[in-house]
């Protein structure tokens, strides 16, 4: 265990020496760039020119990625300060950096909510929350989501965020103490709750209800499928938050914690400050796992990316915002859905709505 010593401040110091983040950072940073930059920007052109049929969904898939590339453009400062250990590029650039991170995990989060939601509404009352489910309120939910997030990510940059030490300048390091139980504590404490558990708990909560609705038996041939395609999006949704999210989210708090030293304990530091920078590069790898949520989930967005759209034109008008049908009994369909088909046909229920 690293001794005790006491800092310039007259605080504990348990002489912890985390620089191996640095390399960390530079490498995953690098191969983040590369992949969420070829992968998000064709994502985005499949979503603005290649796909025919545009709903709420590929709204919220739309704005993911366009969270994800405004991280990514930021990534190659990134890389040159972990590899110089120096920030040369001022205090302005470092705030739109350290913005542009927060937009990107938190807005991740609130983007792959607000899907699941989506899908929850779609399954569970497909009737009934067709005046909900538009592209109007899709766009409304989108834009509170950036405001959230951008706001969020502004008020981490009321203060300086560049530090000088040792003929270096550091970018949202070395903060005080003061600085960390004044603002930061506060600020996180408040992204902790809006950005990490509330979509958490949405998302367990919306899945949960869904997988039960699938265990009720199908009678047609194409419910199969979609049950697959419903899966593969609650398990991929579920494996983003469960590797990215989760560590990360768990960390910054228990870093919060040692860094006001309202857990004054060397070990305890020592884990925090170690597991950190890791979980930290497994957030920021959400940029090239979000557009597997684009390709496998999606069934419009396989085919136009690899078909250009052909195929994918005109709809019948009496199947709203379908991508491709799905036909349940009336006795498969949630309860809301009894009273339209009770007279004993099948009812098409939209592949896109899942």
């Given at each position: 265990?690293?001794?005790?010593?006491?800092?310039?401040?007259?605080?504990?110091?348990?002489?912890?020496?985390?620089?191996?983040?640095?390399d960390l950072y530079a490498a995953v940073y690098s191969v983040v760039f590369i992949l969420g930059l070829i992968t998000n920007c064709a994502a985005l052109f499949v979503f603005c020119f290649r796909m025919k049929m545009r709903n709420e969904t590929t709204m919220f898939m739309t704005n993911l990625a366009?969270?994800?590339?405004?991280?990514?453009?930021?990534?190659?400062?990134?890389?040159?300060?972990?590899?110089?250990?120096?920030?040369?590029?001022?205090?302005?650039?470092?705030?739109?950096?350290?913005?542009?991170?927060?937009?990107?995990?938190?807005?991740?989060?609130?983007?792959?909510?607000?899907?699941?939601?989506?899908?929850?509404?779609?399954?569970?009352?497909?009737?009934?929350?067709?005046?909900?489910?538009?592209?109007?309120?899709?766009?409304?939910?989108?834009?509170?989501?950036?405001?959230?997030?951008?706001?969020?990510?502004?008020?981490?940059?009321?203060?300086?965020?560049?530090?000088?030490?040792?003929?270096?300048?550091?970018?949202?390091?070395?903060?005080?103490?003061?600085?960390?139980?004044?603002?930061?504590?506060?600020?996180?404490?408040?992204?902790?709750?809006?950005?990490?558990?509330?979509?958490?708990?949405?998302?367990?909560?919306?899945?949960?209800?869904?997988?039960?609705?699938?265990?009720?038996?199908?009678?047609?041939?194409?419910?199969?499928?979609?049950?697959?395609?419903?899966?593969?999006?609650?398990?991929?949704?579920?494996?983003?938050?469960?590797?990215?999210?989760?560590?990360?989210?768990?960390?910054?708090?228990?870093?919060?914690?040692?860094?006001?030293?309202?857990?004054?304990?060397?070990?305890?530091?020592?884990?925090?400050?170690?597991?950190?920078?890791?979980?930290?590069?497994?957030?920021?790898?959400?940029?090239?796992?979000?557009?597997?949520?684009?390709?496998?989930?999606?069934?419009?967005?396989?085919?136009?990316?690899?078909?250009?759209?052909?195929?994918?034109?005109?709809?019948?008008?009496?199947?709203?915002?379908?991508?491709?049908?799905?036909?349940?009994?009336?006795?498969?369909?949630?309860?809301?859905?009894?009273?339209?088909?009770?007279?004993?046909?099948e009812t098409t229920i939209s592949d896109s709505q899942l």
């Amino acid at each position: 265990m690293a001794s005790l010593v006491i800092n310039e401040t007259g605080m504990e110091d348990c002489g912890i020496d985390d620089s191996f983040k640095y390399d960390l950072y530079a490498a995953v940073y690098s191969v983040v760039f590369i992949l969420g930059l070829i992968t998000n920007c064709a994502a985005l052109f499949v979503f603005c020119f290649r796909m025919k049929m545009r709903n709420e969904t590929t709204m919220f898939m739309t704005n993911l990625a366009l969270s994800d590339l405004v991280f990514v453009f930021t990534l190659p400062f990134k890389v040159f300060y972990n590899v110089n250990q120096n920030w040369p590029f001022g205090d302005g650039l470092c705030k739109v950096s350290g913005t542009a991170f927060i937009t990107n995990i938190y807005g991740s989060m609130l983007f792959l909510t607000c899907i699941s939601v989506d899908r929850f509404l779609a399954i569970m009352y497909p009737f009934r929350s067709r005046a909900i489910r538009t592209r109007r309120n899709a766009a409304m939910v989108c834009a509170a989501v950036w405001l959230t997030i951008v706001g969020g990510g502004i008020s981490v940059t009321f203060f300086s965020t560049i530090n000088s030490k040792h003929r270096a300048t550091t970018c949202f390091e070395g903060f005080s103490k003061k600085t960390w139980k004044t603002y930061l504590s506060k600020i996180t404490i408040f992204i902790e709750i809006v950005g990490f558990l509330f979509p958490l708990l949405a998302n367990l909560v919306c899945s949960s209800l869904v997988l039960r609705t699938l265990r009720r038996p199908v009678t047609v041939g194409h419910g199969c499928d979609s049950k697959k395609r419903v899966l593969r999006m609650i398990v991929v949704h579920l494996t983003i938050f469960i590797v990215c999210f989760v560590p990360y989210n768990f960390l910054l708090f228990l870093y919060a914690l040692v860094r006001t030293q309202a857990l004054a304990n060397c070990t305890v530091e020592r884990f925090a400050r170690t597991l950190y920078p890791i979980t930290l590069c497994l957030a920021s790898l959400n940029c090239c796992l979000d557009p597997v949520v684009y390709y496998f989930t999606s069934e419009s967005f396989q085919k136009s990316l690899t078909t250009g759209g052909k195929g994918s034109g005109s709809r019948p008008p009496s199947i709203p915002r379908s991508d491709t049908e799905t036909m349940y009994t009336a006795q498969n369909l949630p309860s809301d859905t009894h009273n339209v088909a009770s007279n004993g046909k099948e009812t098409t229920i939209s592949d896109s709505q899942l």
